[in-house]
């Protein structure tokens, strides 16, 4: 099978500016989760959607949303870029159930000017 | 609420030595656990896993964990490093919610 895929696998911006990511999991595969990953903070849980549902959600500002569509790809959306949203934005596929093992995709390297 | 702590930044061995990566955790209810390696510039691969059972897990590439309830640990071992095995390792626990992770890691392992 397949592994995550996620596009694109960097991205400049700059401030004020929005930006979408986009995660392709594996085939069968019905929850995807985003994490931000960055050197202070390390990995931080963004949210997790389910057969099209936001299962789970983070403790991040409302400019960070998402969606999950009918087969199962999900994008992710940040609104008006601020500076300290430059970070590795890591995707994850599983099952779905709590003891599934999450796949993580190569991630996307986002810096904002 | 759960938690996950590495307490060691950085662990530096010599190959062919024996190589262990520990992990603490904090749950409430059964914990489910997990350790992921990352090489440089890529996204996170999966070693093993915890749900239940056996308390010695083994995993990929010759890696392997013990959970121990009392002292709730979930240490990595793996009994003679490799070079190759220099990276960033990750512990993460799940109980009801999200994957939460540890700081992380950083393995070198010297020729």
């Known amino acids: 099978k397949a592994g995550v895929t996620q596009t694109p696998r960097y991205l400049i911006k700059t401030r004020g500016q929005q930006v979408t990511l986009s995660c392709s999991p594996i085939s069968g595969h019905r929850s995807v989760s985003w994490y931000q990953q960055t050197p202070g903070q390390g990995l931080q849980f963004l949210f997790e959607y389910f057969s099209e549902t936001q299962r789970n959600k983070g403790n991040f500002p409302g400019r960070f949303s998402g969606r999950q569509f009918s087969n199962s790809r999900s994008e992710m959306n940040v609104s008006t870029l601020e500076l300290g949203d430059s970070a590795l934005y890591l995707c994850?596929?599983?099952?779905?159930?709590?003891?599934?093992?999450?796949?993580f995709g190569p991630g996307t390297r986002l810096t904002v000017l | 609420a759960q938690s996950v702590a590495q307490p060691e930044d950085q662990v530096n061995v010599a190959e062919g030595n024996p190589l262990t990566v520990k992990c603490t955790y904090s749950v409430s209810g059964n914990p489910y656990l997990f350790w992921y390696v990352q090489y440089p510039n890529r996204g996170l691969q999966f070693l093993l896993k915890?749900?239940?059972?056996?308390?010695l897990v083994k995993g990929s590439y010759g890696f392997e964990a013990e959970f121990n309830k009392s002292q709730t640990s979930f240490h990595l071992k793996k009994p003679s490093a490799l070079v190759s095995d220099s990276a960033l390792y990750f512990c993460?626990?799940?109980?009801?919610?999200?994957?939460?992770f540890g700081a992380g890691t950083t393995v070198t392992v010297r020729a």
């Open positions: 994850a596929s599983s099952e779905g159930g709590r003891t599934d093992t999450q796949y």
């Open positions: 915890y749900i239940t059972g056996d308390n």
């Open positions: 993460a626990v799940r109980a009801l919610a999200e994957l939460s």
